[in-house]
């Protein structure tokens, strides 16, 4: 089994392999379901009637926000850059009569103007990338993506929870995965070198490299971007963002 530990491209690789839903299955329907009702209550979209508002999934993965939004009538398209996970998202859309559009694109390279009244960016799919500047393509990609008055809301890991809750290592099962996870802090970046064994004792190693924005950062980049932040929540339920305590920061911004 051969894997990649090349930073710039971790997320090409890790995103496209099916082993990827398998750990990652603890992140289920209940807490993506939660996370949207909070996201339609904070933005109060809940109180238009549904067909009425376009929302956008950057990074949405095998789709499980998508298909949320999908299931309570909304007008839904679904961006991943890994065909792996858009055809399992393809999947699921058909099994349960879900009407949403899927497309494989670079979140840098969106190139949509103004059509939408949410973009959503969620499970810190967000600093990806080398350099800053990218994540700033990205930002401006979603103002442009976005219709006047509408909402942009970016789930973040909150760095300051993070620091002082990491776990440095953890060992665990999927299925019948053996899963070795090591965690480090350093250079403004969240690195996961993932060690998986199967049980035949072959190994694939994996992975991920996250930029961690302190609130006043991520916050000075929307503001440069054209945002207007309107609030932050610190969990999925949406209860208020509290510097040491809460595990996410979702930011709450709007196009002006």
Not at 4 to 14: G, R, V
Not at 16 to 24: D, E, G, V
Request: some cysteine; overall charge negative; proline content about 4%.
């Amino acid at each position: 089994m051969q894997g990649t530990e090349n930073p710039s491209a971790w997320f090409e690789e890790w995103f496209n392999h099916p082993f990827y839903l398998q750990l990652y299955s603890h992140r289920n329907r209940d807490e993506a379901e939660r996370c949207i009702l909070t996201i339609l209550a904070l933005t109060e979209l809940d109180r238009k009637p549904c067909h009425s508002v376009s929302v956008l999934d950057i990074a949405c993965g095998a789709g499980r926000h998508a298909l949320e939004f999908a299931r309570l009538g909304y007008t839904v398209t679904g961006n991943d850059l890994s065909p792996f996970l858009l055809e399992e998202a393809r999947k699921e859309a058909a099994n349960g009569c879900l009407n949403v559009q899927l497309t494989g694109c670079d979140m840098r390279a969106i190139k949509e103007q103004e059509r939408f009244d949410l973009v959503v960016q969620l499970f810190t799919s967000f600093g990806y990338f080398t350099t800053k500047e990218e994540d700033m393509l990205v930002l401006q990609r979603v103002y442009d993506a976005l219709k006047r008055g509408g909402w942009y809301v970016l789930d973040l890991i909150n760095p300051i929870h993070l620091e002082r809750t990491l776990v440095p290592h953890s060992c665990r099962m999927a299925g019948d995965l053996t899963v070795n996870e090591e965690r480090r802090l350093e250079n403004g970046r969240i690195t996961k070198t993932i060690t998986i064994t199967s049980p035949s004792e072959e190994r694939l190693n994996f992975s991920e490299s996250v930029r961690v924005y302190a609130r006043e950062e991520i916050a000075s980049m929307l503001s440069e971007t054209g945002f207007s932040l309107s609030t932050i929540a610190g969990d999925y339920d949406g209860s208020p963002f509290e510097a040491t305590l809460s595990p996410r920061m979702m930011l709450f911004c709007r196009k002006p």
